[in-house]
C-alpha cells in the first residue's frame, strides 16, 4: 500500500500542535499567578504566600521545559513537511515568528534565571520585577503566535502576487478580523486552566491536611478568579461565534451539524454526522436554539454546508463533537466556580471533602477543553491552510514522500513520549512532595545579597573561635 505523505503530513502535525498547546495555554496562567504571588508576598512580607510562590515556580518551571522542546518541532515542520507553504507565505509568517523569539523567549529567558534562583540572592523588588517579566513574556509570545494563526484563518492586509503574498499593511495583517477575539478566548483559557490546577492540587493538600494554611489561601484565590473568569469566556466565546460565522460560516455549520440552509436553526445536543450522505443520524434538538445564540434571532438564518462543495468541506464529525466537548467542560467550570464560591461564603470549604475531590478531579478538564476547541479551529478550517488561499495540498512540500512522513512522525512520537512520561513523573513527584516546610523567618527569603565573605567570616566558617577582643568588620553587619 502506498503511503499518502499528505495525510501522514496531517497527522503529524495535529499530533505535535495537540502536545504542545497544552503546555503554553498552561504556563501562561501559572506564569501570572506567580507574578500576583510575588507581588503579594513583596507586599505582606508572609512567609505563606512566597512559600505559595516558591512551590508554583517549580511546577513552571517544568511545564516551561517541556513546553519549549516541544515547540521547536513546530518550527522544523514548517520547512519539512510544508516547505511549500512557507515559501508562499514567508513574507508575513517569517517575521512574525522571528519578532515571537526576539522578543518574547529573549525576555522569558533572560528573567526565568533570576525567578528560579534569585531568591535571597538579588533584591526582592528585582525578583518581583523578574516575575513580571516572565509573565509578561508569555503573553507577547501568545500575542505574536495567535496574530500569526488568526491570519492564516482570517487573512487581510496582504495581496496575492504570482502566488506568493505580499503584506501591504502589516497592522490590518497583524489585528485582522478574528485576532481580537482569539486572543482574548486563549488568554482567558489560559487562566482557567492555571486557576482549576491551582485549585485542583490545592484541595488535594487540603485533603491531605498538608500545608493548609497556604493552600486554603490559594484555593480561595483561584475560585474568586473562576467565578468571574468562567463566565466571560462563555461571553467571548459568543462574540468569538458570531465572528466566525462572518468569516468562516462553513466551520459554524460544522459545529452545529447544519447541512441545509435554514431559519430557525434547531441547537443539535446530540447527532451523529454522515459526511457521506450529508445528513445526520439520531437527533435530539431544541427548535430555533441554534440560530438564537448564533445570529441572536430566533428565525436568524443559518448557512448549510451543502452550499459548499464536498472537498471544501470540513470533517464534520470531528468538529461537531469536539465544541460539544469543549462546551460541555466549559459550562461544568462555571457550575463547580459557583459551588465553591456558596461554600467559601458559608465558611464550609476546608470541611467539603466531596467538593474537594469534584476539585481535584476538575484539574485535567481544562487542557482537555483546549485541546477540543484547538481541534474545532484548526479542523474546522480545512481544507485551506490559508483561507480560500493556499490549501493543504498545495502547502506541501513537494519533494515530500510517504516514508520520509511516516519515518518523521514516528520519530517525533518517541522523543515527545519520553519528554512528555519524563515531565509528568517529575511533576507528579514534586506534587506528591508538597510544599518546603515553613520558612524560620521572613528575613531568610527577603534577605539582601549576601556581601564578600571577610577573612574574620571564612576563620569562623572553618570552626576557629574568635578572638576575645574580636570587633564586627565595618563592611560587616548582622548576618
Same mark, same amino acid.
Given at each position: =500500500?502506498?503511503?499518502?505523505?499528505?495525510?501522514?503530513?496531517?497527522?503529524?502535525?495535529?499530533?505535535?500542535?495537540?502536545?504542545?498547546?497544552?503546555?503554553?495555554?498552561?504556563?501562561?496562567?501559572?506564569?501570572?499567578?506567580?507574578?500576583?504571588?510575588?507581588? +503579594?508576598?513583596?507586599?505582606?512580607?508572609?512567609?505563606?504566600?512566597?512559600?505559595?510562590?516558591?512551590?508554583?515556580?517549580?511546577?513552571?518551571?517544568?511545564?516551561?521545559?517541556?513546553?519549549?522542546?516541544?515547540?521547536?518541532?513546530?518550527?522544523?515542520?514548517?520547512?519539512?513537511?510544508?516547505?511549500?507553504?512557507?515559501?508562499?507565505?514567508?513574507?508575513?509568517?517569517?517575521?512574525?515568528?522571528?519578532? &515571537?523569539?526576539?522578543?518574547?523567549?529573549?525576555?522569558?529567558?533572560?528573567?526565568?534565571?533570576?525567578?528560579?534562583?534569585?531568591?535571597?540572592?538579588?533584591?526582592?523588588?528585582?525578583?518581583?520585577?523578574?516575575?513580571?517579566?516572565?509573565?509578561?513574556?508569555?503573553?507577547? /509570545? /501568545?500575542?505574536?503566535?495567535?496574530?500569526?494563526?488568526?491570519?492564516?484563518?482570517?487573512?487581510?492586509?496582504?495581496?496575492?502576487? !504570482?502566488?506568493?503574498?505580499?503584506?501591504?499593511?502589516?497592522?490590518?495583517?497583524?489585528?485582522?478580523?478574528?485576532?481580537?477575539?482569539?486572543?482574548?478566548?486563549?488568554?482567558?483559557?489560559?487562566?482557567?486552566?492555571?486557576?482549576?490546577?491551582?485549585?485542583? @492540587? /490545592?484541595?488535594?493538600?487540603?485533603?491531605?491536611?498538608?500545608?493548609?494554611? %497556604?493552600?486554603?489561601?490559594?484555593?480561595?484565590?483561584?475560585?474568586? =478568579?473562576?467565578?468571574?473568569?468562567?463566565?466571560?469566556?462563555?461571553? @467571548?466565546?459568543?462574540?468569538?461565534?458570531?465572528?466566525?460565522?462572518?468569516?468562516?460560516?462553513?466551520?459554524?455549520?460544522?459545529? &452545529?451539524?447544519?447541512? &441545509?440552509?435554514?431559519?430557525?436553526?434547531?441547537?443539535?445536543?446530540?447527532?451523529?454526522?454522515?459526511?457521506?450522505?450529508?445528513?445526520?443520524?439520531?437527533?435530539?434538538?431544541? %427548535?430555533?436554539?441554534?440560530?438564537?445564540?448564533?445570529?441572536?434571532?430566533? !428565525?436568524?438564518?443559518?448557512?448549510?454546508?451543502?452550499?459548499?462543495?464536498?472537498? &471544501?468541506?470540513?470533517?464534520?464529525?470531528?468538529?461537531?463533537?469536539?465544541?460539544?466537548?469543549?462546551?460541555?467542560?466549559?459550562?461544568?467550570?462555571?457550575?463547580?466556580?459557583?459551588?465553591? @464560591?456558596?461554600?467559601?461564603?458559608?465558611?464550609?470549604?476546608? !470541611?467539603?471533602?466531596?467538593?474537594?475531590?469534584?476539585?481535584?478531579?476538575?484539574?485535567?478538564? %481544562?487542557? +482537555?477543553?483546549?485541546?477540543?476547541?484547538?481541534?474545532?479551529?484548526?479542523?474546522?478550517?480545512?481544507?485551506?491552510?490559508?483561507?480560500?488561499?493556499?490549501?493543504?495540498?498545495?502547502?506541501?512540500? %513537494? /519533494?515530500?514522500?510517504?516514508?520520509?512522513?511516516?519515518?518523521?512522525?514516528?520519530?517525533?512520537?518517541?522523543?515527545?513520549?519520553?519528554?512528555?512520561?519524563?515531565?509528568?513523573?517529575?511533576?507528579?513527584?514534586?506534587?506528591?512532595?508538597?510544599?518546603?516546610?515553613?520558612?524560620?523567618?521572613?528575613?531568610?527569603?527577603?534577605?539582601?545579597?549576601?556581601?564578600?565573605?571577610?577573612?574574620?567570616?571564612?576563620?569562623?566558617?572553618?570552626?576557629?573561635?574568635?578572638?576575645? !577582643?574580636?570587633?564586627?568588620?565595618?563592611?560587616?553587619?548582622?548576618?
Amino acid at each position: =500500500m502506498e503511503l499518502d505523505p499528505l495525510l501522514l503530513s496531517r497527522i503529524q502535525f495535529a499530533f505535535v500542535v495537540s502536545f504542545h498547546a497544552i503546555f503554553p495555554v498552561f504556563t501562561i496562567g501559572l506564569a501570572t499567578y506567580v507574578a500576583v504571588l510575588e507581588t +503579594i508576598a513583596f507586599r505582606t512580607r508572609s512567609p505563606e504566600w512566597a512559600r505559595l510562590s516558591q512551590f508554583w515556580i517549580k511546577i513552571f518551571a517544568v511545564v516551561f521545559g517541556m513546553g519549549v522542546v516541544s515547540g521547536l518541532v513546530m518550527a522544523f515542520q514548517f520547512g519539512t513537511n510544508w516547505s511549500e507553504f512557507s515559501y508562499r507565505t514567508a513574507n508575513f509568517i517569517g517575521p512574525t515568528l522571528s519578532y &515571537e523569539v526576539v522578543t518574547a523567549f529573549f525576555l522569558e529567558a533572560s528573567f526565568l534565571g533570576v525567578l528560579l534562583f534569585g531568591r535571597g540572592r538579588v533584591p526582592p523588588g528585582l525578583h518581583l520585577f523578574a516575575a513580571i517579566m516572565v509573565a509578561v513574556g508569555t503573553f507577547i /509570545s /501568545s500575542f505574536w503566535i495567535l496574530a500569526t494563526n488568526s491570519w492564516m484563518h482570517t487573512p487581510a492586509g496582504y495581496e496575492m502576487r !504570482d502566488g506568493i503574498v505580499h503584506v501591504v499593511d502589516w497592522s490590518a495583517a497583524l489585528f485582522n478580523p478574528s485576532f481580537p477575539y482569539r486572543f482574548t478566548h486563549m488568554a482567558l483559557a489560559s487562566f482557567l486552566t492555571g486557576g482549576f490546577v491551582v485549585a485542583g @492540587v /490545592s484541595a488535594y493538600y487540603v485533603l491531605r491536611r498538608h500545608a493548609v494554611g %497556604p493552600s486554603m489561601k490559594a484555593l480561595r484565590m483561584c475560585l474568586v =478568579m473562576l467565578v468571574c473568569i468562567a463566565p466571560l469566556q462563555a461571553f @467571548v466565546g459568543d462574540l468569538h461565534g458570531l465572528n466566525t460565522l462572518a468569516h468562516q460560516p462553513s466551520k459554524v455549520a460544522a459545529m &452545529e451539524g447544519a447541512w &441545509e440552509t435554514q431559519r430557525g436553526l434547531p441547537l443539535l445536543l446530540f447527532a451523529w454526522p454522515d459526511q457521506d450522505a450529508a445528513t445526520n443520524h439520531a437527533e435530539i434538538a431544541i %427548535p430555533k436554539l441554534a440560530s438564537l445564540i448564533l445570529t441572536h434571532e430566533w !428565525d436568524g438564518e443559518v448557512r448549510g454546508l451543502e452550499e459548499w462543495s464536498p472537498e &471544501e468541506r470540513p470533517n464534520v464529525f470531528i468538529v461537531f463533537w469536539a465544541f460539544r466537548v469543549m462546551i460541555a467542560i466549559g459550562l461544568a467550570m462555571i457550575a463547580v466556580a459557583a459551588w465553591g @464560591v456558596v461554600l467559601m461564603w458559608r465558611g464550609r470549604l476546608a !470541611d467539603s471533602p466531596a467538593y474537594l475531590q469534584v476539585l481535584r478531579l476538575m484539574t485535567p478538564m %481544562p487542557f +482537555i477543553a483546549v485541546l477540543a476547541g484547538w481541534i474545532v479551529t484548526e479542523v474546522g478550517r480545512q481544507p485551506w491552510m490559508l483561507w480560500q488561499e493556499i490549501s493543504v495540498a498545495d502547502g506541501l512540500t %513537494p /519533494s515530500l514522500t510517504g516514508g520520509m512522513a511516516l519515518f518523521s512522525l514516528i520519530g517525533y512520537m518517541a522523543i515527545y513520549a519520553v519528554v512528555f512520561s519524563a515531565g509528568v513523573y517529575y511533576l507528579t513527584r514534586v506534587v506528591r512532595k508538597g510544599m518546603s516546610d515553613e520558612p524560620e523567618g521572613i528575613d531568610e527569603i527577603y534577605m539582601r545579597p549576601k556581601r564578600p565573605l571577610s577573612v574574620a567570616d571564612v576563620e569562623l566558617d572553618v570552626g576557629d573561635e574568635p578572638p576575645a !577582643d574580636a570587633q564586627t568588620p565595618a563592611t560587616g553587619g548582622a548576618r
